[in-house]
């Protein structure tokens, strides 16, 4: 099993729960975070003021897949996500060695 971590746009939420609904795969969390990369945040002017603000808005969403999905999802995520300019986001893929299901206690890649 793989974790996928993805952050990316705010707005291209709905676009990452089609993908994975179209693998088969429903169950994620979500959290809003605030980011920066090579994108290196904006700086508005206040009232005659730089105030520099390095920080922006994202989505971060995590999912548990079989190992046997990561590929084609990692497909479908660059070819729905990507509009070519910095900011689209970054994935990480990192290895789950188990899942236990806390309500019966089942544990492995059947619960998923």
């Known amino acids: 099993m793989k974790k996928i971590e993805i952050i990316t746009r705010t707005e291209k939420l709905n676009d990452v729960k089609k993908v994975l609904a179209k693998n088969e795969y429903i169950g994620m969390t ?5 980011g920066c990369g090579h994108q290196k945040g904006v700086i508005p002017e206040f009232k005659g003021m730089d ?43 990192s290895d789950i060695s188990d899942v236990m299901r806390i309500r019966t206690g089942e544990r492995g890649e059947s619960i998923l």
């Open 30 to 34: 979500v959290t809003a975070v605030m």
């Open 51 to 93: 105030f520099e603000i390095n920080l922006l808005p994202k989505v971060q969403i995590m999912t548990v897949v079989l190992d046997e999905d990561v590929e084609e999802i990692l497909r479908d995520i660059k070819e729905t996500l990507s509009t070519g300019t910095v900011g689209d986001g970054k994935v990480f893929i």
